[in-house]
């Protein structure tokens, strides 16, 4: 019998590259930006994207 010519090979994804691109939609990391305070410079984060990470984890989070 003849070995077929291609092999799939199948990823999971997840949701996150849809809800990034929604956030990107709602401009959503220029909001933080502009709503809370600058960063402080001891901080290894600013709290703008220290927010985005929380809010992609709420929304993803399975309960």
Same mark, same amino acid.
């Given at each position: 019998?003849?070995?077929?010519?291609?092999?799939?090979?199948?990823?999971?994804?997840? /949701?996150?590259?849809?809800?990034?691109?929604?956030?990107?939609?709602?401009?959503?990391?220029?909001?933080?930006?502009?709503?809370?305070?600058?960063?402080?410079?001891? /901080?290894?984060?600013?709290? /703008?994207?220290?927010?985005?990470?929380?809010?992609?984890?709420?929304?993803? /989070?399975?309960?």
């Amino acid at each position: 019998m003849k070995q077929p010519a291609f092999e799939l090979d199948s990823k999971f994804v997840g /949701a996150l590259p849809i809800l990034n691109n929604v956030l990107k939609r709602l401009h959503f990391s220029q909001l933080l930006r502009r709503h809370l305070p600058l960063p402080d410079p001891r /901080a290894k984060m600013a709290p /703008a994207q220290a927010l985005e990470v929380l809010t992609r984890n709420l929304i993803l /989070a399975r309960v």
